[in-house]
T-cell receptor, first 115, second 111 residues
Framework: NAGVTQTPKFQVLKTGQSMTLQCAQD?????MYWYRQDPGMGLRLIYY???????DKGEVPNGYNVSRLNKREFSLRLESAAPSQTSVYFC??????????????FGDGTRLSIL | GDSVTQMEGPVTLSEEAFLTINCTYT??????LFWYVQYPGEGLQLLLK?????DKGSNKGFEATYRKETTSFHLEKGSVQVSDSAVYFC??????????FGKGTKLSVKP
C-alpha cells in the first residue's frame, strides 16, 4: 500500500528558480492538502482541494500555486522560490472535507532548501 | 479562530516512565481531535483520535480523553519505550476539513 507518495524527497533551489512538488494518493480520497512544517511552528496549511476540480487557500498561500490534476494528484508550485520558503512540505489526503472524524494520511515529505 | 496549544518540549524520560503531554484547544463547536506522531525523517502518522466529548482514543498503549469542560486532549502512556521517541502533534479538525496543529512536542526516551 503506497498511500500518499511525494516527489522529490529532497531538493535544493536557488532564489528565483521555480519548482513543482508532486503528490499522488491511491486511496481514492476526495480531499487533498499541502502543509509546510517549520521548526517551532507545527504544520501550517498552504492550500487544499476538497474535491477534484476545486482548490482553496489555506493559512499561508502566498508564493504558491496548486493544481488538482485529477482525483489522485495534487501538485504544489513555487513560481519564484525565496529563502523564506525553505521548509519541509507535506501532502495529505482524507475521505472528504465534511467528514469531521476522518483522519488525514500524510506523505513522507519533501525537504526543500532555497539558497 | 481555532487553535491548539500543547506543552513545549523537549521531554526526556527514562524507559518505563509515565508520559503526559498536555494539549488544550480553542474551537467553535466540538471538532474531532487527533494525536499524530512523527518519527525522524518520516511523515506524520495518526496515533489516535476522538470525535466527541468523553470519547477516549487509544492505540499502542497511548490514550487521550476528549474533555469538553476543560477543552483538553492530553496524551498519556503508562510505560514508555525507547521506540516511542518521536515528535507528537495534537490537532483538531478545522471547518475547511484541514487539520490545525499544535507546535509539536519532542519526546526522547533513554534506556
Amino acid at each position: 500500500n503506497a498511500g500518499v507518495t511525494q516527489t522529490p524527497k529532497f531538493q535544493v533551489l536557488k532564489t528565483g528558480q521555480s519548482m513543482t512538488l508532486q503528490c499522488a494518493q491511491d486511496m481514492n480520497h476526495n480531499s487533498m492538502y499541502w502543509y509546510r512544517q517549520d521548526p517551532g511552528m507545527g504544520l501550517r496549511l498552504i492550500y487544499y482541494s476538497a474535491s477534484e476540480g476545486t482548490t482553496d487557500k489555506g493559512e499561508v498561500p502566498n508564493g504558491y500555486n496548486v493544481s488538482r490534476l485529477n482525483k489522485r494528484e495534487f501538485s504544489l508550485r513555487l513560481e519564484s522560490a525565496a529563502p523564506s520558503q525553505t521548509s519541509v512540505y507535506f501532502c495529505a489526503s482524507s475521505e472528504m472535507t465534511g467528514g469531521n472524524n476522518q483522519p488525514q494520511h500524510f506523505g513522507d515529505g519533501t525537504r526543500l532548501s532555497i539558497l | 479562530g481555532d487553535s491548539v496549544t500543547q506543552m513545549e518540549g523537549p521531554v526526556t524520560l527514562s524507559e518505563e516512565a509515565f508520559l503526559t503531554i498536555n494539549c488544550t484547544y480553542t474551537a467553535t463547536g466540538y471538532p474531532s481531535l487527533f494525536w499524530y506522531v512523527q518519527y525522524p525523517g518520516e511523515g506524520l502518522q495518526l496515533l489516535l483520535k476522538a470525535t466527541k466529548a468523553d470519547d477516549k482514543g487509544s492505540n499502542k498503549g497511548f490514550e487521550a480523553t476528549y474533555r469538553k469542560e476543560t477543552t483538553s486532549f492530553h496524551l498519556e502512556k503508562g510505560s514508555v519505550q525507547v521506540s516511542d521517541s518521536a515528535v507528537y502533534f495534537c490537532a483538531l479538525k478545522g471547518s475547511q476539513g484541514n487539520l490545525i496543529f499544535g507546535k509539536g512536542t519532542k519526546l526522547s526516551v533513554k534506556p
